[in-house]
Structures are given as structure tokens and as C-alpha cells.
């Protein structure tokens, strides 16, 4: 492993913890390149870094105040960075149309990113979000 994957892992690990977590925009601001797109931004999202912050402040963290990352493993080769991570909270607000249920919820994802020059330059994912926007509405739906 050399002195720059194991930086650009680093990387990585800040994102999910000063950016997702702590919604900490001067971290954002640095670690984003001008640049940046996200390959699999939602259809109709902004593939840039607008997207990705609309994203965390407008959907996410507004349906699920507790945001939390556990990144449970990661690999890295060259320019890239792959991991393995679960971002999860207690739904107390609305998620895609969705009011609160109060649950625990979870959305698996794995991802890579391109870290170019000490920044954020391409992003790639899959995630199971969709199936949580299945299982709340079953919840909500069972709660009437």
C-alpha cells in the first residue's frame, strides 16, 4: 500500500465523518474538486458537487436528523477508493414523501470515488435506498 492510497483512503473516511455526519461545509468546500460529478446522481439531480450536498441537507438529514456512517471496509488502488459503508438514524422527519416513523433505518451502499490532487473528483454507487423507501412506506402503511 503505498503513502497515497493510504491518503486518499484517509480521504475518504473524512468525507463520510466531517461531511456526512457532522454536515461540516468548510470540509466540503475543501475536499470537493470544482470538477467533481457524481456518475450515479439520482435522475434529475445535479451530478456535481451541488447534488451531493442537496442531497445530504435536503433529503437525508432533514428525515433522519442522526445521521451516522460505519464504514466497514475500504480498497484502494491508484486514483481509487472503494468502500463498503452503512449511513444510518432514526427517521423523525419526512423522507421522500414519507412522514416519520420512528424507526431505525439503514442504507447500505458501496461506492468509489476518484481522489485527484487531495480532492473529490469522480463518484460512482450503489446504495439501497429504494428498498427504504419500500420498507417505510410498508411501516407507515401498517401504522394506519
Known sequence: MTAMTEQNKALVRR????????????????????AF???TAMA????GAAGILHTFNNILRPAFPDLRVTIYEQVAEGDKVTTFKVISGTHKGTFMGIPATHQSVSIRVMDMVTVRDGKYYEHWGVNTMAAL?????????AEK
Open 37 to 39: 460529478i457524481n456518475h
Open 44 to 47: 434529475g439531480m445535479d451530478k
Open 15 to 34: 468525507f463520510n465523518k466531517e461531511i456526512i455526519e457532522e454536515n461540516n461545509l468548510e470540509s466540503f468546500k475543501e475536499i470537493m474538486d470544482p
Open 133 to 141: 423507501v419500500t420498507e417505510l412506506k410498508a411501516i407507515n402503511s
